[in-house]
């Protein structure tokens, strides 16, 4: 029961901090885009598509599968989150 409830506790605790996380990562890859866009097309197409997918599900509260895929994002842009 102890362990159920640290769960739960842990759960509200951290839900807004995620979703602090998303607008740091979205500012953060748009500063990328803006400085140093990547080369290839394909690769920016992607890039901008996950960004807007990630702001999509910020907007929704999906924060957790927000930060998952804007750092996806990051990552095709070789910057970590």
């Given at each position: 029961m102890r362990r159920l409830f640290a769960f739960f506790a842990a759960a509200l605790i951290?839900?807004?901090?995620?979703?602090?996380?998303?607008?740091?990562?979205?500012?953060?890859?748009?500063?990328?885009l803006k400085t140093s866009p990547p080369s290839d097309p394909a690769t920016l197409?992607?890039?901008?598509k996950l960004r807007a997918e990630g702001e999509e599900l910020h907007k929704?509260?999906?924060h957790a599968q927000s930060?998952?895929?804007l750092g996806e994002a990051l990552n095709l842009?070789?910057?970590?989150?």
């Amino acid at each position: 029961m102890r362990r159920l409830f640290a769960f739960f506790a842990a759960a509200l605790i951290c839900t807004p901090l995620w979703a602090m996380h998303c607008p740091a990562d979205m500012a953060k890859i748009d500063e990328i885009l803006k400085t140093s866009p990547p080369s290839d097309p394909a690769t920016l197409a992607q890039v901008k598509k996950l960004r807007a997918e990630g702001e999509e599900l910020h907007k929704a509260g999906n924060h957790a599968q927000s930060v998952q895929v804007l750092g996806e994002a990051l990552n095709l842009l070789g910057a970590s989150n």
